[in-house]
């Protein structure tokens, strides 16, 4: 080894030791002509020394070496004098006073400064992705992404799991999003696809017999990338035999608490996490994907609406939709700006207006005087009406009431994006909690409006709920619920699964709901329709996504801060600069030809 010690994990303890360092050098300051450098490696830094009196040989290098260059120093750790200890780092009581110095390699110039908070433009910092990580928040976001994926890999293997991998060159079949294609040389004019996920593989392994797999799974999904997406992402996929949708959910809810409490013991984890169904998540939160550290919850006052003259409201319950909102605790002092802002929340997610009531005064609202209920136009209404309205909303003296008209599923969409709003304005979240919830009994099919057919919610292979087999002959696909269940927390989705379908004729029967022909069903999904015809038992799984996980751990805004080399938002890898075109002799291999995008 090229030291004898870590930069970092130097300690008082340590002084009188004699060491050998390597590392970058960082910070350099000059004092009469001592020289002082944090030297960093990945455990930390510490303070190298150089007196020309004791060692002029070293201290001349030092002069030299300049940010980033990798240097080998060997020393004596000395405590630092009194009143000269720097508490803000680990190795702060100590200090290294070298006596050789061995320039291993030099650096040019960094386009940004290698240190804790330094700030740096994105671009730049995925053009110089090898500088960005060197820097210390980053490698801390890389290490607890390795300990958090080894918590897995030995909490799974410790309860009989296989760990078993599967192909990266697949069949293309609709799955949901767009495949990556792969062209095939060897057979002209195929091609394979890069798997969306390793949704049909698994299914076939509870055929094989194997009963409980696991896989750290690459995913592709070519998609534009909306938000804080990219292009491949990892999963933890997994999948068991003979379980219902309770042990799945146990075995998810064990792990994620045993995982956080070991890697990220400072988070405030809520436990045991809430087991909501979609439609209550719908009913209170507007959203499937509520972030439960605080309330806001909603209530319908379609009825009540009905009874004012405002005519949003009429003509909204009239052409069947609803008139939905919550209460803001203590804000009826919010000021005109406050107000202000939420109508623009409003009007940026789309929604038509925004109603609100705000009772001033500390009178029970019965009591309050017109006056002291602030209305937004169009809501005149007495205090009695007022009364009744608080009563169900669950309102009191200082509080505001938000309101929103509309049809469903847009009216959740707006509420669900007011209520956010409205926590950040706020400030009712804090990073560092972490509200975990199952959202259970998602719809099985969704109507897609363009396309005016059905989609699956969660994907084809999912089952209907107990009893409502007998359902999918009927009209109403809408209300046929499935056993599908997602992990969502702080608002985030965080995973998905289901148990699955395991007989040939319900399959095949949710194919033909969804539009294939029997021809396409038998050359897409062929394969898994045969195995369910081989002893194919009981089994589901789910798929926890590790890249926002890991990011809500860390604390970043980002899932590219917890990716070592992720790609931009446009899908370029700015590092490799990719993607680029090939050559020609590549394209002509492959018997492929390019022609240019239309204008
Ligand atoms: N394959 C599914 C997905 O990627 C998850 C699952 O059903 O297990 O969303």
Redesign the pocket.
Known sequence: MLRSADCGSLKGENAGDQVTLAGWIGRRRDHGGIIFLDLRDRSGAVQVVFNPENAADATRIAEEVRGEWVVQVKGTVNKRPNGMENSSIPTGDIEVMVDEITVLNRSLTPPFYIEEDAEADESLRLRYRYLDLRRPPMLRNLTLRHNVVKYIRDFLSNRDFLEIETPILIKSTPEGARDFLVPSRMQPGNFYALP????QM?QLLMVSGVERYFQIAR?FRDEDLRADRQLEFT?L???MSFVEEDDILDLTEKLYTGMIESVTPEKILRKPFPRITYDEAMERYASDKPDLRFGLEMTDVSDLASETEFRVFLSTVEGGGQIKGFVVPGQAQFVTGQVKELEDTSKAAGAGGLAYIRYRGTNPVGQLTDEEILQSAGLRMPAEWHQRLADKMGAGPGDMILLMAGRQPRLNTWLSAMRTHVAELLELTDPDELAFAFVTRFPLFDWNEDAKRWDST??P??SPEEGQESELDGEDLGAIKSK?YDLVCNGSEL????IRIHNRQLQEKIFAILGHTKEETESQFGQILEAFEYGAPPHG???PGIDRLVAILCNSPSIRDVIAFPKTQSGTDLLFDAPTPVAQSQLDELYLETVKKPE
């Open positions: 969306q996920s390793p949704q698994k995913c999963q996929d997994l999948e969660h994907h292979f999912t599908a995973a998905s699964g289901s799984g789910i798929a």
